[in-house]
């Protein structure tokens, strides 16, 4: 690869605001005062339940879609009011990839990923050898002359990668980019997504309702309610204390720790009148995750302690580890503190009787 | 049959293969830009003039409540106005034309809006102009339906030329009527309605080829 090194561009919402009318005079909030500033080069992840305003948001990173207040700036030019060939170029400056590919039928593979450059009038010979260093760096090499409806999801979202990158952007936006992508399909595209930002340095915002995926590969992630950031930060520590609802509850489903039903059905808020035992999360970040609390737990403070799930996984370089504990009732307190002394986090769930 | 029979029926041919081809040549050159126009100009859309979209929406649809032997005959003014005659093979490509421009322009309309509306954001992420949306997406896209519109014009203009008879249009469908029908030539007839069936079914069979050869949405092994 001949890759000239791009630096990838900041990207700053500022109390932005989008309202729609809907029928009626009854206006909608999309999103409502959302401020979030990324930086350049970083991978941040914006996640989000369906209609929350995630994709509203990212949509208005390349102005299609434009705040009803406040501002958004890429590289400290505003998006949000330009207009014509201005805002054509800034469009140029920022790649995007979609769900449903958004590939051409009726164009091969090097006609899809020279799309972009026609439009930037580039004259037809250095789309030529651009095109060719593209599909190299995704790995189509012997597809070049096939057609999407030829190829599998992860080819095809590939096409997308190359076609966003074919006029050397400063920022990547991925509108769901794996969501319609198999576990294992879904790993390779963000890999290489990783791949390009460690080696053309550009910035790339993605939005997402898996978890998993930000885990995977953001640096940073926000969490979206109801058009409201409600968290955000680096990933590491949003995952290891999260502490918005919304954010636990994406959460749960992306540690792989989550209560046994026989456990779930039984759970209630109040302690029970007599004894009973209480259900505990205790997560263990850091140098803590290995180790061995919980048999010190027993050894040293003879509390009996009854695990009934857990894992230790790693976000980025760090290991995270994620345990559900039930404790007596009675010296429940007792062990938190112990634990918490130990710099562990503990979190009540409920009883059981 | 007398050979001068033949030479009617060759004759014949000739005149209708002549009408509808002019026709479908000035109702494309019409209907396409008019259809593209209509799919791209409601409000919020590429070229959003949402008034004048309204108002040629509602001409079309005007023109297509006129039957097209009414029409025939209450433009005969316009027509001589255009052709220098309202009588003959000539003056039939006027009407004939008028028919089909609002016809080919719906159809061309659909064929646009069927093209994913995700396309048009991806070409409009790449900083694409509208005219560059039209040029290398939608038309592009919309190509293999396009060219089943027109096949779908083109057999219906064939149709419609049978009764261009009523201003001298003469062609098959005239040859059928005078020959076939008021002189008791059931053979006549007979050769009349075989001719336009192989007609329309040539023009049908080309058409889809076309389409199908420049249609690459699916995999002709049946792949993914």
New interface residues.
Partial sequence: MTENKTRGASIAFDTVGKSFNKAGGVSFNALDNVSLSVAPGSITGIIGRSGAGKSTLLRMVNGLERPTSGRVLVAGQEVSTAKGAQLRAIRRDVGMIFQHFNLLSTRTVAGNIALPLEIAGVKAPQIKTRVADLIDRVGLTDHAGRYPAELSGGQKQRIGIARALATEPKVLLSDEATSALDPETTQTVLALLKDINRDLGLTILLITHEMAVVRDIASHVAVIEAGRIVEHGATYDIFTAPQHATTRSFLSGVTGVTLPAFVRDRLVQNAPAHGGEEVVRVTFTGTHATDPMLARLTKDMGIPVNILAGAIEEIGTHPYGNLLISLPVLQAAQARAFLENHGLTTEMLGYVG | MSANLINLLLEATGQTLYMVAISALFGTLLGLPLGLFLATSQRGELVSMPWVNKILGLVVNATRSVPFIILVVAIIPFTRMVAGTSIGTTAAIVPLTIATVPFIARLVENAIREV?A??I?????????PV?IIT??LL??A?PSIILGLTLAIVSLIGYSAMVGAVGGEGLGDLGIRYGYQRFMPDVMAIVVVILIVLVQLVQSIGERIAAA??????KSG??
């Avoid at chain 2, 954001?121 to 102009?129: D, K, L, Q």
Wanted: charged share 35%.
């Fill in positions: 994913d995700g396309l954001e991806a070409a409009r992420a790449m900083g694409a102009t560059q290398k997406v592009r896209e190509l420049v249609d690459k949405r699916a995999t792949g993914q």
